[in-house]
């Protein structure tokens, strides 16, 4: 625990008292038990788990053979936790990787910062689609995604996913006939003058068209399950990297370091008018 028992406030036969010192935490510690020592707290997920009911009883009886702990009820816990709890079901994880790779060296880490809100950065706690973009985060590489083809002839190709023929070789089930993807150059049919000054589709407009449902075409890609989620996580990815794109080639044109001065302001919730010079 991260605080000391303080054996100077209750001195009888009473629970123990604990001092905090700023903030409380439970160290796990190794996740299998030493040579000749029985598994106890998250041991007991991952280690001997053929006699995982017998161990768990022996950990909270201490060996006691006159215990009275029922082994029917602990089991029945023991398996609700493993149905229900997302938090046991990560312990279950590392216990069967453990047992692809025995003497491998796993390391168990849940990604929460208490800072924010409980809900953000929490471990998934349903079965959904997500990106995660291979050098997305080191430059230069996450100018694009490394994506490559390959033709008969054996010769490769690198292309990104602004390219027409990308959505169709990643979904040929969603563009059954080879149809072109998103690119940049569709033209922009407008009779008002609401495009700003736009001559070409933009990729969210596109698809914002694609994900709609029309009375008189097969709404394919909307009654796909799992592959239309793909698909719009996909979708949403290629946004945000032209979007990223367009900020880091015209950076000098955005003049953005003029919005430093706008970002302190909001921080300091110093919104006035006649306070600013």
């Known amino acids: 625990m991260g605080g000391k028992v303080d054996a100077s406030v209750n001195q009888s036969k009473g629970p123990r008292t604990f001092r905090l010192s700023r903030q409380n ?26 006699n995982e009911v017998h161990n768990r009883i022996q950990a909270i009886s201490r060996g006691e053979s006159n215990n009275q702990i029922n082994a029917e009820i602990v089991n029945e816990l023991k398996q609700m936790l493993d149905e229900h709890n997302v938090l046991a079901k990560c312990f279950r994880m590392v216990r069967d990787r453990f047992q692809v790779v025995e003497n491998s060296n796993l390391r168990l880490r849940l990604i929460g910062k208490r800072g924010f809100d409980g809900r953000r950065y929490n471990s998934p706690s349903v079965s959904e689609v997500a990106a995660l973009v291979v050098g997305d985060f080191e430059p230069p590489t996450m100018l694009d995604r490394d994506i490559i083809i390959e033709s008969q002839s054996g010769q490769l190709k690198r292309i990104n996913e602004l390219n027409a023929s990308y959505l169709g070789l990643q979904y040929p089930l969603l563009f059954p006939y080879g149809e072109d993807g998103y690119k940049e150059d569709i033209p922009l049919n407008l009779n008002d003058e609401s495009s700003g000054g736009r001559k070409c589709v933009s990729c969210r407009e596109y698809f914002s068209y694609k994900i709609q449902e029309r009375k008189h075409e097969d709404s394919t890609i909307v009654l796909s399950k799992r592959l239309f989620q793909q698909f719009l996580v996909d979708g949403y990815t290629m946004m945000e990297s032209f979007r990223l794109k367009f900020i880091r080639l015209y950076k000098k044109k955005l003049r953005s370091h003029f919005y430093k001065g706008l970002e302190e302001v909001v921080l300091r919730r110093d919104i006035e008018p006649s306070s600013q010079g």
């Open 25 to 50: 935490y439970h160290k796990i510690g190794s996740l299998l038990p030493t040579v000749g020592s029985s598994p106890r707290f998250a041991q007991l997920y991952i280690y001997d788990i053929e």
